[in-house]
């Protein structure tokens, strides 16, 4: 049960990349897919745990890599960890 909650949180957000969105969209964002892994990820008697930590880190992905303030243009990283900003 746990793999598969993780498996669709984790499309969801693949997916939401595809669609543009606004700042305060890709932080919540963020936030809903890393409290659904925490909580999967999470022992039964530690889920709540698990759900707070995983929106606070997943808040913090939305927010910083989520896209740019111009339309059209997307955060990504390269091989080599770098941030550069191109069309979505």
Not at 19 to 39: F, I, K, L, S
Request: aromatic share 4%.
């Amino acid at each position: 049960m746990k793999a598969i909650i993780l498996a669709l949180s984790v499309s969801a957000l693949a997916l939401s990349a595809c669609v543009e969105t606004t700042p305060t969209q890709n932080t919540v964002m963020g936030a809903v897919g890393g409290a659904a892994a925490g909580a999967a990820v999470s022992s039964s008697g530690d889920m709540a745990k698990g759900a707070l930590i995983g929106a606070a880190l997943g808040a913090a992905a939305g927010t910083y890599l989520g896209q740019t303030s111009t339309a059209g243009q997307c955060y990504y990283r390269n091989a080599a960890g770098q941030r550069y900003v191109a069309a979505c």
